[in-house]
């Protein structure tokens, strides 16, 4: 599980920051219990109506995409 660990920061932080930074938010990654990822969602993303969007279909898509199918996005 530590590949994978290291997998999801490197995606959160090369792929999935960038774009969130781009339009005035951010995400931090709180911890990882596999297959679940908790994350904060900060700036204009934290209070933002499409938050859950952005946590399931743009956060928790990309990781399931790159990293595997059964991870599950939450926020913390």
């Known amino acids: 599980m530590e590949n994978m660990d290291g997998k999801v920061k490197s995606i959160l932080e090369k792929e999935i920051k960038p774009m969130l930074q781009y339009d005035g938010g951010d995400v931090d990654l709180i911890k990882i219990e596999w297959p ?3 994350v ?3 700036g204009m993303c934290a209070h933002c109506p ?13 990781l399931k995409e790159e990293v595997s199918p059964e991870i599950e996005v939450l926020e913390a």
């Open 36 to 38: 679940k990822v908790y």
């Open 50 to 62: 499409s938050a859950i969007y952005t946590l399931k279909a743009f956060v928790e898509g990309r």
């Open 40 to 42: 904060r969602l900060k």
